[in-house]
């Protein structure tokens, strides 16, 4: 596609093909490290994980009752046992179970030898040391056996996976201490512009707050970053360079915001250029057209558009999965769902839009989504009132209240 505002011929690719162009150029970081699993969360496991222990360990109760021996039970009759002993749930029974014999049990606890049943409380009736069995007591019932849930040697987790709680509480159930990790991607970001200000100072004339650096450390907290905000750099060709060649030798990844149109004091196209390679510079979505994707050295660079709408817009869109597949995670699509726009929506053709909008749903289970207010991609207030994206296809020229859209939920913390 060409852009038709542009003198030049740089194609305007499509969100698609800026995608396919990305995945197409990075290499995961090599590289691993050792952790303990207090400090996995987060962390992308490099190597699977193997059970060195059957998972239960014993055989135990999954009920309160009582434990009994399968070939002690009276088949479609009644028939009573002598309770000898308990087994508690880290205390087992430390006798031996004779025939005739029954223990009371506890869940979790461990079945001693002979006992494969365990007959709930609610179904016995105890009469001093005399338990009395109903007929059609079932054998092997409410017992957990050895490695049921996971034999010895079995893997417990597969490589690569992005470590949730649930993973840590697996790894430790099967006593699993320390496991290896992909290494940390090393992220530097900038903002660009004479104009900004530092928050604490006071804002003189022709000046503004920095929001991109705030957004950028929230955006990228994640245990599988570290991350560096390196402030300000001037609307200044040869410090923008200066900055840029420094922080590529020490970096995966370079982010800058501001600077990367066509405009006089928009150096960024033209440094990477010159210090590195240009892969694309534009892309066909809104909020986020100026986009400047490409390689300074071994470090890759995304130049992000000023505007801090467009700054998670773009974000969300096209750097968030580069640095999943830069960080060795495997590979997740976005959740899209469709819902009922109950705003009217305004878009002229040529662009993919990502609309700032508030998903609900209503008492018949209906997703439903409203505009969070007026578009501008200055306008951080109508994001952070949002919780989804409305996505509008590039020939789209507007959307009447009532028509379906499909939505992406925007992900809050990480
Ligand atoms: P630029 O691409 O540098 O022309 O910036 C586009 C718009 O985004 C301008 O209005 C800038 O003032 C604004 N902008 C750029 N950087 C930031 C920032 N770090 N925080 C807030 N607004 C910014
Ligand atoms: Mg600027």
Redesign the pocket.
């Known amino acids: 596609m060409i852009d038709p505002c542009s003198l030049d011929t740089n194609p305007l690719l499509s969100l698609q093909e800026a995608l396919t162009r990305i995945k197409a150029a990075l290499h995961p970081v090599a590289g691993s490290e050792k952790v303990t699993l207090k400090s996995a969360l987060g962390r992308v496991l490099a190597q699977p994980v193997y059970s060195s222990v059957n998972i239960p360990h014993e055989r135990n109760a999954s009920m309160d009752g009582y434990a009994l021996a399968a070939g002690d039970i009276t088949p479609n009759q009644p028939f009573s046992l002598h309770l000898t002993g308990t087994s508690w749930a880290g205390r087992p029974f430390q006798g031996q179970l004779q025939s005739g014999q029954c223990i009371r049990i506890f869940t979790g606890a461990v079945l001693p030898e002979r006992a494969d049943t365990v007959v709930m409380q609610e179904h016995v009736r105890a009469d001093g040391q005399t338990i009395h069995f109903p007929a059609q007591t079932r054998p092997y019932q409410n017992v957990r056996e050895i490695g049921e849930d996971l034999q010895q040697g079995a893997c417990l987790i597969s490589s690569p996976k992005k470590l949730a709680a649930a993973d840590l509480g697996l790894l430790a159930s099967a006593g699993v201490y320390e496991i290896t990790v992909k290494r940390r991607l090393n992220i530097a970001f900038f ?3 004479d ?2 200000a530092s928050i604490g100072q006071a804002l003189e004339s022709g000046k ?6 705030y957004i950028l450390n929230g955006l990228l907290a994640d245990p599988g970053y570290n991350m560096a905000d390196k402030g300000v750099i001037a609307d200044d060709r040869d410090k923008l360079e200066e900055s840029l060649i420094e922080a590529a030798k020490n970096y995966d990844v370079i982010i800058t ?5 066509v ?1 006089e ?2 150096f960024v196209k033209d440094v990477l250029a010159s210090c590195g390679q240009i892969n694309f510079w534009k892309v066909a979505m809104k909020p986020g057209k ?1 986009l400047a994707f490409g390689k300074i050295g071994d470090c890759y660079f995304f130049g992000l ?4 709408v467009a700054v998670i817009a773009t974000f969300d869109q096209l750097v968030k999965p580069a640095l999943k597949q830069l960080a060795g995670e495997p590979f997740t699509k976005p959740l899209r769902l469709t819902a009922i726009c109950t705003s009217s929506l305004k878009k002229a053709p040529g662009r993919q839009e990502f609309q700032r909008g508030i998903l609900a749903q209503n008492d018949a289970g209906e997703l439903l989504v409203a505009s969070s207010g007026k578009q501008g991609s ?1 306008l951080l207030g109508s994001i952070s009132r949002a919780n989804c994206y409305i996505i509008l296809p590039a020939d789209c020229t507007g959307i009447e209240a009532g028509e379906q859209v499909i939505v992406e939920p925007l992900s809050l913390f990480v």
Do not use: F, M, V
């Open positions: 903002s660009t512009g104009e900004l503004i707050y920095d929001s991109n650096r915001t501001g600077g990367a149109s405009g004091a928009d100026p558009p000023g505007n801090p200055h």
